[in-house]
């Protein structure tokens, strides 16, 4: 990857995180979890695509709905196991997409709690 490609994507992610942010703010009040966050966490649920970019299922796309978003990632649930490490571009119904690195990933009863971290 270019380092002109590399800015490109760091950029648009920024970008669209911060819309997201904004968007989040005008739904509910920001968690600092005690001071412990380094950035404020917002819920924000919405409905998005996830596609694995790399590794053994790269390609392969799912539904997952967002729990929450802060400037440094999100939290959502879908139906697949992601492994951690994982390049992953997550979509919403506009088009708008972010990149990220899949930082961890629990199965629930039902779904798997992925948590990412965006591109920077």
């Not at 819920?43 to 978003?69: F, K």
Request: contains cysteine.
């Amino acid at each position: 990857m270019t380092a002109a490609l590399k800015k490109a994507i760091i950029d648009t992610t920024r970008q669209v995180a911060n819309n997201w942010i904004n968007d989040a703010k005008n739904w509910s009040r920001g968690d600092s979890f005690s001071g412990l966050r380094q950035t404020p966490r917002y819920q924000w649920h919405t409905p998005v695509i996830l596609e694995v970019l790399e590794g053994r299922d790269a390609g392969q796309s799912c539904y997952a709905n967002t729990h929450d978003i802060s400037l440094g990632g999100m939290g959502l649930t879908c139906r697949h196991p992601l492994q951690q490490g994982t390049l992953v571009c997550v979509t919403d119904d506009k088009g708008d997409a972010v990149f990220g690195r899949v930082c961890h990933c629990a199965q629930s009863i039902t779904t798997f709690k992925v948590g990412i971290e965006f591109t920077a």
